[in-house]
């Protein structure tokens, strides 16, 4: 499930970064990044998945935390960039060339993301592990910011409004930023959560 998501992260973030810089989308682009923030969670989340196989729950490793701490500084880095494009964007007036493929990805990620909460459970009930259980009900969070890509798009392919994309960024800055607290607080417990979209 770790390895699926971490692939699955590569390639979103890599489609929706070379679309949204291609079609000027700010929220896909923004969307993008954070897939490839959650990589790096998702390497974490493998990490401890594999320790808690080998010794059960127990005390985070330090790599874990180390994990943790670089993806929520990751999170502030990407909600401080996404607030400052989306106000310049709004000054300029600047908006997307097409938002279609962010309402195409956007609709593949709640799916991904369906299947993954599913999965997650499961794998937590089978290990008997509080900390993937809670990395489950996390990923839910993921499923939130693809339904935000999802209405900037749609809303933007509909009226075509440059707001609509800036207002979208700074709605997954929020949740970057709810993200990036949430690590640090982790890090300091023994239950990792991260999203893994």
């Given at each position: 499930?770790?390895?699926?998501?971490?692939?699955?992260?590569?390639?979103e973030?890599?489609?929706?970064?070379?679309?949204?810089?291609?079609?000027?989308?700010?929220t896909l682009?923004?969307?993008?990044?954070?897939s490839?923030?959650?990589?790096?969670?998702?390497?974490?989340?493998?990490t401890?998945?594999?320790?808690?196989?080998?010794?059960?729950e127990?005390?985070?490793?330090?790599f874990?935390?180390?994990?943790?701490?670089?993806?929520?500084?990751?999170?502030?880095?990407?909600?401080?960039?996404l607030?400052?494009?989306?106000?310049?964007?709004?000054?300029?007036?600047?908006?997307p060339?097409?938002?279609?493929?962010?309402?195409i990805?956007?609709?593949?990620?709640?799916?991904?993301?369906?299947?993954?909460?599913?999965?997650?459970?499961?794998?937590g009930?089978?290990?008997?592990?509080?900390?993937?259980?809670?990395?489950?009900?996390c990923?839910?969070?993921?499923?939130?910011?693809?339904?935000?890509?999802?209405?900037?798009?749609?809303?933007?392919?509909l009226?075509?409004?440059?707001?609509?994309?800036?207002?979208?960024?700074?709605?997954?800055?929020?949740?970057?930023?709810?993200e990036?607290?949430?690590c640090?607080?982790?890090?300091?417990?023994?239950?990792?959560?991260?999203?893994?979209?």
């Amino acid at each position: 499930m770790a390895i699926f998501t971490i692939g699955y992260n590569l390639i979103e973030g890599a489609v929706s970064v070379y679309f949204g810089l291609k079609d000027e989308t700010l929220t896909l682009a923004g969307f993008g990044l954070d897939s490839f923030i959650e990589t790096v969670s998702g390497i974490g989340v493998l990490t401890m998945i594999l320790r808690i196989i080998r010794e059960g729950e127990g005390k985070r490793a330090q790599f874990e935390k180390l994990a943790l701490r670089i993806t929520g500084s990751s999170f502030y880095v990407l909600a401080v960039g996404l607030c400052v494009s989306a106000a310049f964007n709004l000054y300029r007036q600047q908006h997307p060339e097409a938002t279609l493929m962010g309402g195409i990805i956007a609709l593949i990620s709640i799916v991904a993301m369906l299947l993954l909460v599913y999965g997650k459970t499961v794998t937590g009930k089978a290990l008997n592990s509080e900390a993937i259980a809670a990395d489950a009900a996390c990923t839910k969070v993921c499923i939130y910011m693809s339904v935000i890509l999802l209405i900037s798009s749609v809303l933007y392919e509909l009226i075509p409004w440059g707001g609509f994309d800036a207002i979208g960024a700074v709605g997954l800055a929020w949740f970057s930023f709810r993200e990036g607290v949430e690590c640090f607080e982790k890090a300091k417990k023994d239950i990792y959560c991260s999203c893994g979209h």
